[in-house]
């Protein structure tokens, strides 16, 4: 009798990287969009906020249109609420359960997760800025400019942004983590340039807080889609530096128990 080897012989091992990236990546995303805190963040407040300030005249902001000003800054606000405070919350509690201690042990290499969380805010991010627009177009949003420029802003932002939450979550408390993230938050939301314009500000103020990233991300975006700027390199260049140093002091200090 004869038996043919290997035919039917269990071939055990991990599955093609790819295919473990794109799994994580949609378990990541199903997990961000069923948490109803970071549901809150990432889009019911821009929502809100879109809303609000878009159909009833609060503050001046010196556009013709409110919706005019309010759309890009929202937009980065979107941007932050996910790849920063967003993730920095959820990754500080997996830190803290021990879920990333588990998946370290795992055939899924480290820069593999990372890399799937980051394909999970930009999907995120993506569902975002569809629904925003659609909602700053039936508030009579009128964009100019350049998408190369916009897709490029908010790519700079989101790196940015991530580096920033996960050195947060990798280096704090989770219970401080959740509060330094929301702090950041509110604080960035009103001196950020995203629903309060930047020259409101005393000019002492200005100079500093203009070096914020979600102050370049707005002003950039409003740039761009309210002026019709083709590439403002100035914001795109502190964004880049926010980038590299956000995510270098990731890498070094990020630890995963």
Excluded: C
Aim: glycine share 10%; aromatic share 8%.
């Amino acid at each position: 009798m004869t038996t043919t080897t290997g035919t039917y012989t269990p071939k055990p091992g991990a599955a093609p990287l790819g295919r473990m990236i794109a799994a994580q990546a949609v378990l990541e995303t199903k997990m961000l969009l069923r948490n109803g805190e970071q549901l809150l963040l990432t889009v019911i407040i821009p929502t809100l906020l879109l809303v609000l300030f878009g159909s009833v005249d609060i503050i001046d902001t010196g556009a013709e249109e409110a919706v005019d000003f309010l759309a890009p800054g929202i937009l980065a606000l979107a941007v932050m609420s996910t790849a920063f405070t967003g993730q920095a919350i959820g990754t500080g509690f997996e830190r803290r359960y021990g879920v990333l201690k588990r998946l370290a042990a795992s055939p899924l290499p480290r820069w593999a997760l990372m890399t799937a969380k980051t394909v999970s805010v930009l999907v995120t991010e993506v569902l975002q800025i569809i629904l925003l627009t659609v909602i700053a177009f039936a508030l009579g949003w009128s964009p100019h400019g350049s998408p190369f420029a916009v897709l490029l802003l908010l790519v700079l932002g989101t790196a940015a942004f991530s580096g920033l939450g996960l050195l947060m979550a990798g280096t704090l408390k989770a219970e401080a983590t959740l509060a330094a993230a929301n702090l950041v938050f509110l604080l960035l939301l009103v001196g950020g340039g995203v629903i309060v314009p930047l020259d409101k500000f005393p000019d002492a103020a200005q100079s500093v807080l203009g070096l914020l990233p979600i102050s370049a991300l707005s002003d950039g975006l409003r740039d761009v889609l309210q002026h019709g700027a083709q590439m403002p390199w100035g914001d795109l260049g502190i964004l880049a530096v926010w980038a590299v140093v956000g995510l270098a002091a990731a890498g070094k200090f990020f630890r995963w128990e």
